[in-house]
Structures are given as C-alpha cells and as structure tokens.
C-alpha cells in the first residue's frame, strides 16, 4: 500500500540553524513526493515537489531530493527564520491519476530568535 | 490568494444542529476533496468528486453528507455530530489527470461539537 512516515516533532531550532526534517514513504507503482506547509491558522500550502526519481524540488529556500534506493524526500534548509515555523507534511501521491494524496502525521518546527 | 475559499472559517454547534460547511474554488479545477485534520493523527481524506461525481467515500459516518452541485462547489452538510467530530475540515482542488496531482486547500473550517 501507500504510506509516508515523517520524523515526529516538535523541533525547536535557533534562527540560521540548518534543518533537516525526514520522509520515508511506501508506494506502488511510481508515485509523486511533495512536502506542504501549514502556517498557523491556515490551511495547506504546497512547499515544493517532485514527480520522479533524483529529482529535486526547491521552493523558499527549502529542498527536498526525490531518492528511490532509500524511498526518501527529506526536506532540508540551510538557515531557517522565525517565519518558517510551522507545521510540514510530506505526501505522495500513487500517479495513477486517481490524485489521492497520502499524508504523514506533520513536524512541527519552531524558529526562535 | 489560494484561490479555494471556504466559509465558515469558524463554527460552533451543539449535537444536535444541523449546519453546511461550504467550499469554492476559483482555479477551473474538476476535483474536490474533503479532510478532516484532528490533532496528531495524518489527514484523513473523507470524500471525492470528479467532474461532480462522488469516487471515494472513505467509511465516513453518514451524519457526514457531501453534496457537489458543479466543479466549482463543495459542500458538507453536518447533523447529529458527536465531541469527536471536532477538527479542522480541509477542502483542496486539483486537475485530476496523471502528472497533474497537486491539490491546492483552503484555510479550513475550525469546527467545535458541543
């Protein structure tokens, strides 16, 4: 079946630390991998993603390498800022054109100045 | 601008009330979807419409009643709700063809069963 497992939270990091949140995921067939952003008291954004194998999705300064040996997508950033805290869900979607997304549990990350 | 609204952004009723969570998404979009997000647990996908036919109910309770008049609109009709059924109610669109899987949400109805 299809399933995405996402490092529990919550993370606390100082601002201009690096950030790295991990996703391993469980598919048939040849899904598409995409991390999605929650700010407080709003709903879903797209972050960035990826539709195949060695890809890499970049938004905001955010990155996330599509790895099929180690069915990873961790999402990565160099030096992160007070605004970023949030709450991040890896999904993938199975690409059979039926669109259903499947979604980790979420990581909350905390910026303090 | 996410380009899908919901309204109310807020609600509150008692067990027994009836009320309708109501979607509207502005990007020519022909799926819709609703999730329920509860605290600690994954997003659970509730219901689908393609091209406004219902293709996936996923074991939601019938107190649960999604109606899709066009591709444009989504509603979810409440009655009878339990505590439990407090959550964050997540409406998303996307062009439902393969390469195309993004889904785009609005910001949620809070939702608090008294």
Not at chain 1, 16 to 42: D, H, M, R
Not at chain 2, 46 to 69: A, D, G, H, I, L
Request: proline fraction near 5%; charge should be negative; aromatic fraction near 12%.
């Amino acid at each position: 079946g299809n399933s995405v497992t996402q490092m529990e939270g919550p993370v606390t990091l100082s601002e201009e630390a690096f950030l790295t949140i991990n996703c391993t995921y469980t598919a048939t067939g040849y899904p598409s991998l995409f991390w999605y952003v929650q700010y407080p008291g709003e709903g879903l954004q797209l972050l960035l993603k990826a539709t195949k194998a060695d890809d890499k999705g970049s938004n905001k300064g955010f990155e996330a390498t599509y790895r099929k040996e180690t069915t990873s997508f961790h999402l990565e950033k160099g030096s992160v800022q007070v605004s970023d805290s949030a709450v991040y869900f890896c999904a993938l979607s199975d690409g059979t054109g039926a669109n259903n997304l499947f979604f980790g549990t979420g990581t909350r990350l905390t910026v303090i100045p | 601008e996410t380009g899908v609204t919901q309204t109310p952004r807020h609600l509150v009723m008692g067990m027994t009330n009836k009320k309708s969570l109501k979607c509207e998404q502005h990007l020519g979009h022909n799926a819709m979807y609703w999730y329920k997000q509860s605290a600690k647990k994954p997003l659970e996908l509730m219901f689908v419409y393609n091209f406004k036919e219902q293709t996936e109910n996923n074991s939601v309770p019938s107190r649960f009643s999604p109606e899709c008049p066009n591709s444009s609109h989504l509603f979810l009709h409440l009655h009878t709700l339990q505590p439990e059924d407090s959550a964050l109610y997540l409406c998303a669109s996307s062009v439902r063809e393969v390469g195309e899987e993004t889904q785009y949400f609005g910001p949620g109805t809070r939702l608090l069963v008294l």
